[in-house]
């Protein structure tokens, strides 16, 4: 069992910045991922790191502007989030996997995730 706690989002510009956090209670062997949903819409992820190499993939709406990573010493994961847009508006989720085979297909598929988090809000206003 994985417990996961999601913090650092708020209420944010157009183009400003936040860093997401998760506390786990334990990351050894879990692929670890960020989904987001907003009103109406689907879940739908965001990014994802392996737990072998580190490698990671990322949505095509983020690229360029979110930056996953994890620390597996402090059993932390973030997201660093740059030049946000009024659409990154939503409900940001962490999630852990219990495998990193086949992780940038995973990002299209939440069952593939064991373990979720309560999710934090982050807000872009325009």
């Known amino acids: 069992q994985v417990q996961l706690v999601e913090s650092g989002g708020g209420l944010v510009r157009s183009g400003d910045s936040l860093r997401l956090s998760c506390a786990a209670s334990?990351?050894?062997?879990?692929?670890m991922g960020w989904f987001r949903q907003a009103p109406g819409k689907e879940r739908e992820g965001v990014a994802c790191?392996?737990?072998?190499?580190?490698?990671?993939y990322y949505a095509d709406s983020v690229k360029g502007r979110f930056t996953i990573s994890r620390d597996n010493a402090k059993n932390m994961v973030y997201l660093q989030m740059n030049s946000l847009k009024p659409e990154d508006t939503a409900v940001y989720y962490c999630?852990?996997?219990?495998?990193?085979?086949?992780?940038?297909?995973?990002?299209?598929?939440?069952?593939?995730?064991?373990?979720w988090g309560q999710g934090t809000q982050v807000t872009v206003s325009s």
């Open positions: 334990g990351l050894d062997g879990y692929a």
């Open positions: 999630a852990a996997r219990s495998s990193s085979w086949y992780l940038e297909s995973s990002l299209s598929n939440i069952f593939e995730y064991d373990y």
């Open positions: 790191i392996s737990s072998m190499d580190g490698s990671t």
